[in-house]
């Protein structure tokens, strides 16, 4: 069987590493000149347990979370080879209620409670597979502890939680050497997928490559463009028949300066805030909504934004953001972001179901699961929401193709 992925983010390499390990042959598809060189590394790599959800009551998206975050470090150890617990992770998150949030300390604490015990549950019998780390019980902070990391007018509680990121540059140079060795998997970069179709029991694809125009017939065909996704899945008339929404959010990273503490990995909630994210190796993630998030776009296909800003764009991300989080954390305010050499800005595409943005408590944006691997024949598309779930819905895809179920 010989098998098209369309999209070489982190979602079509680990369907790609999925398929061949059954022994498909793959080709692999990306109109960019690198593999992983998109959205799945323009992101904190948080792998999410679900704890960010709490405007969707019915937990539906925070055990989705859960299902992708506790198959993502085993995944790797099966296709790359790296142990669940040699993942370079993130100081844990601690979850802030910020004082303007939209669910009060009492309502965010249950909804943490009950997600946390969903965990829990989730992860008995499989306890290495959260990245070797124990599910810890959830713990609220005292107001001294509090007061030792953050502004204790912003921060209203603190819960702590053992939820992690992975560097998703890191990661996504080990994807890229495992695909280059593999004897099933064939890369096709310089590609654009103009448009697929299906052919009798065929799934034709059509591209603009190096040497012109293409096409090809394969026993499958699988999207997974990610911002490209619903044009493709409109040329063969699978026009969702719900609004969406195309986001353009920005986040900053650098290298700690010697002599400042690390600051306490955390995210802010409920609402339009952002995040701090810690690494072992002092690469600092940080991300604030209202500075970071400067497209929207309901069009099928988003403009083509500029994924790393110049000048002035660079610097005003760069300064309203340590501007804006330092009020909550104050050791960032030690920091003047102007003498840092190392700053970058780097930006990617979110893609979601919804019609009003995160401000909107109801807005659809809040509830992320109804993602995953949608099928019309031999044509799969695959919506993964998040790079949390990337590797379990390449397994799902992967079973489906090969008839597992
Ligand atoms: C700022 C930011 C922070 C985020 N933080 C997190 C987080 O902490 N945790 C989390 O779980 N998720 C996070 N996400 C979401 C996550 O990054 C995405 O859900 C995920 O990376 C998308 O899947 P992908 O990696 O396959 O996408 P991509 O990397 O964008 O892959 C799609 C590929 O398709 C290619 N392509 C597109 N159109 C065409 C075409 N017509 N022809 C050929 N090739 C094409 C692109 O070149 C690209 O390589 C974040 C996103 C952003 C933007």
Not at 160 to 189: C, D, F, Y
Not at 336 to 348: C, F
Request: include cysteine; charged fraction near 25%; charge should be negative.
């Amino acid at each position: 069987m010989r098998v098209a992925v369309l999209g070489g983010g982190l979602q079509g390499c680990t369907t790609a590493l999925a398929l061949a390990d059954r022994g498909v042959e793959v080709v692999l598809f990306d109109r960019n000149e690198a593999l992983l060189s998109r959205t799945a590394i323009a992101n904190e790599g948080k792998i999410h347990l679900g704890y960010m959800y709490a405007a969707d009551p019915t937990l539906a998206t925070a055990k989705t979370m859960m299902a992708g975050a506790l198959a993502f470090a085993p995944f790797f150890e099966r296709h790359l080879g790296i142990a669940v617990d040699a993942h370079a992770t993130s100081m844990p998150a601690a979850y802030v209620v910020h004082r303007d949030s939209q669910h009060d300390v009492d309502e965010a604490s249950a909804y943490l409670a009950t997600v946390h015990g969903l965990i829990r549950e989730a992860a008995e019998g499989r306890r290495d597979d959260y990245f070797g780390l124990d599910i810890t019980p959830l713990r609220r902070w005292s107001c001294s502890e509090r007061d030792a990391s953050f502004d204790a007018d912003a921060a209203v509680a603190v819960f702590e939680t053992p939820e992690v990121a992975i560097n998703p540059v890191a990661l996504a140079g080990a994807v890229r050497e495992r695909i280059a060795g593999h004897p099933l998997i064939e890369v096709r970069l310089g590609a654009t997928i103009r448009s697929a179709c299906m052919d009798g029991d065929r799934a034709t694809v059509e591209w603009d490559g190096l040497d012109g125009p293409s096409r090809e017939g394969f026993d499958h065909a699988v999207n997974a463009l990610w911002d490209g996704r619903l044009a493709l899945d409109e040329k063969l008339g699978l026009r969702p028949s719900r609004p969406w929404i195309h986001r353009l959010k920005y986040g900053v990273s650098f290298t700690l300066p010697d002599g400042v503490e690390r600051p306490q990995s955390a995210t802010f909630i409920s609402g339009p805030f952002g995040e701090v994210v810690s690494y072992p190796d002092r690469l600092t993630y940080l991300t604030w909504y209202p500075s970071c998030l400067r497209g929207y776009s309901s069009d099928l296909v988003p403009p083509n934004w500029q994924t790393h800003p110049d000048e002035p764009l660079h610097g005003e991300i760069v300064r309203d953001t340590f501007a804006a989080l330092s009020e909550i954390v104050p050791s960032l305010g030690t920091i003047d972001p102007e003498t840092l050499p190392d700053a970058r800005v780097k930006g990617g595409v979110i893609v979601a179901w919804g019609k009003t943005d995160i401000y909107d408590p109801e807005s659809e944006l809040h509830q992320r699961y109804q993602i995953g691997v949608m099928s019309s024949g031999r044509y799969h598309s695959i919506d993964p929401g998040k790079l949390t779930m990337a590797p379990y819905f390449a397994e799902a895809c992967a079973s489906r193709i090969c008839g597992e179920f």
